[in-house]
């Protein structure tokens, strides 16, 4: 009976370990965290027969390595990157066998930002309130992966998926992002949400899993003074003081006190998650 | 009390603003109850905060609005709550400050935040931290102009008109006037807080 487990060879910026989230525990001040590219890591299971929320790896630019102390088959998706077994080149996007003692080499993102790295029978640390996600703001859930951190695994299941590849969504050159109004639109000067509808903004390199943050023209407020603390929905987009937009993302703080202009479609999410810094970001605002 | 509106939020939220913390207690109380015997649709999050309560996850956002326009919910009192009592040593480095705020001695500002019957009105900032209503706007006071990196875990805290306990170390602005040993968040345990919205939270001086 082999050890099902690996071991981290190569951390990278920033992997940490995800699954679809932590819902259900906004009210005591608990983010529901989870994969930034949900879609990814659900195709990412499909493809290796688990259950679509089991955990993952989720890197952050620059991949990671790690060595298989068991056969285990490994498929990585998300953001584009090469991906070797030994030095050798491997399938991205598709199942991969490994032996035990080979080394699964994920690099940089070739495009995108985030790239996920799935194990049949999922990455089996010890959940925290129903979930195996790293939660950065709040510090729930295994730390980020460190260099010789050992990681234990999930029970293989024999069942494989009926898909072997499948179409994968590159990231866009441009972030396009559908919004609502609202809930407090009616803070800004219609000049400020004309200029959020019509001008372009850029991802800033401060954005992390808490918030996609915006280089950009500011908006401007027509009611000043503070607004309580109120919640805070998954794609709030929060105006701060210096009137730049933050997108709020899985590790979002679940109140806070600056107003929410609009809130981002659940589904266009995904794809900020991957919008590497200096990509142009548009809001379109919908009814 | 009614609410004074109910905005969406995004594709399936919904924010209902209240006209003050004691309606918003009660309408948040008014959730749960309707949760709890099934004849709330359901929603993934209900979250209180000052003036407000947030839900999120709701399948038909307008129907649910429409409904929660038409509630006229009772005032909260004498209602079943969870109570614990925090013991406290009051050391903390802004306690004179807080009793020069309050145009008292220290020995006055530690008796009237003992004798206080503190409610939880709201949850955030850090899973576990609780803000607690009872002081009453006589004892408001300002955040520190330059907020602490780093506020050791069960610094016992004032801000506003809220009373807090920093679960964990974190950064924080808040005036600290003492420290407990109370764990207020174990995700081990459960519950994991010690502090849910609507908990009756008294502090008991453990010492100076």
């Not at chain 1, 930034?36 to 620059?62: I, M, Y």
């Not at chain 2, 309707?34 to 307008?62: F, K, M, Q, Y």
């Not at chain 2, 614990?84 to 500002?109: F, H, I, T």
């Not at chain 2, 009453?136 to 330059?146: C, F, L, M, N, Q």
């Amino acid at each position: 009976m082999t050890d099902r487990a690996l071991t981290v060879v190569r951390a990278g910026a920033l992997t940490t370990v995800q699954d679809l989230g932590r819902p259900g525990y906004a009210h005591l001040g608990v983010p529901c965290s989870g994969a930034l590219d949900p879609e990814a890591v659900r195709l990412v299971n499909r493809l290796l027969g688990n259950e679509e929320g089991a955990a993952v790896l989720e890197t952050t630019l620059t991949g990671c390595a790690v060595r298989t102390r068991c056969a285990v088959t490994a498929v990585v998706g998300g953001a584009p990157c090469p991906v070797t077994v030994d030095g050798r080149p491997a399938a991205w996007g598709t199942p991969v066998r490994l032996a035990p003692g080979q080394v699964l080499e994920v690099g940089a993102a070739v495009r995108g930002l985030r790239s996920y790295v799935g194990f049949d029978g999922g990455v089996a640390v010890a959940p925290v309130l129903g979930s195996r996600s790293t939660d950065l703001l709040s510090g729930l859930g295994p730390a980020p992966l460190a260099d010789g951190t050992a990681l234990p695994l999930g029970a293989a299941t024999a069942v494989r998926g009926p898909v072997d590849a499948a179409p994968w969504p590159g990231p866009p050159d441009e972030l396009v992002l559908r919004v609502r109004l609202g809930p407090r639109d009616g803070w800004f000067t219609p000049a400020a949400l004309r200029t959020l509808a019509t001008r372009a903004w850029r991802v800033s390199s401060a954005s992390n899993r808490i918030g996609l943050r915006t280089r950009g023209p500011a908006l401007e407020r027509a009611v000043e003074g503070e607004l309580p603390s109120e919640g805070m929905p998954l794609g709030a987009v929060q105006v701060p003081p210096d009137g730049r937009p933050v997108v709020f993302l899985a590790d979002h703080p679940t109140t806070g006190g600056y107003p929410v202009v609009a809130v981002v479609r659940e589904a266009d999410l995904a794809r900020a998650a991957q919008a590497v810094p200096g990509t142009v970001v548009r809001f379109v605002p919908y009814r | 009390m009614r609410a004074r509106e109910v905005f969406r939020v995004g594709e399936r939220g919904l924010l209902v603003e209240l006209v003050s913390g004691e309606a918003t207690e009660a309408f948040h109380a008014e959730l749960l109850r309707r949760r709890e015997a099934g004849t709330l649709p359901a929603v993934r999050e209900i979250v209180p905060a000052a003036r407000t309560v947030l839900l999120e996850g709701v399948a038909a956002p307008d129907r649910l609005a429409a409904e929660l326009r038409s509630w006229d919910v009772p005032v909260l009192h004498a209602r079943v709550a969870a109570s614990v009592e925090v013991p406290v040593r009051y050391d903390g480095p802004d306690l004179a400050d807080v009793a020069e705020l309050w145009g008292v001695s220290v020995e006055a500002a530690v008796r009237i935040h003992s004798e206080t019957r503190f409610r939880v009105a709201f949850c955030g900032f850090a899973p576990g931290f609780g803000y607690l209503t009872g002081l009453g706007s006589r004892y408001e006071v300002p955040r520190r102009a330059t907020p602490r990196t780093a506020v050791p875990a069960g610094s016992v805290a004032l801000a506003g008109p809220y009373t807090g306990v920093y679960p964990r170390s974190s950064p924080g602005g808040w005036q600290l006037i003492g420290t407990t040993d109370a764990v207020l968040w174990d995700p081990a345990r459960e519950p994991a807080a010690l502090l849910s919205p609507g908990t009756l939270v008294r502090f008991t001086v453990a010492g100076r």
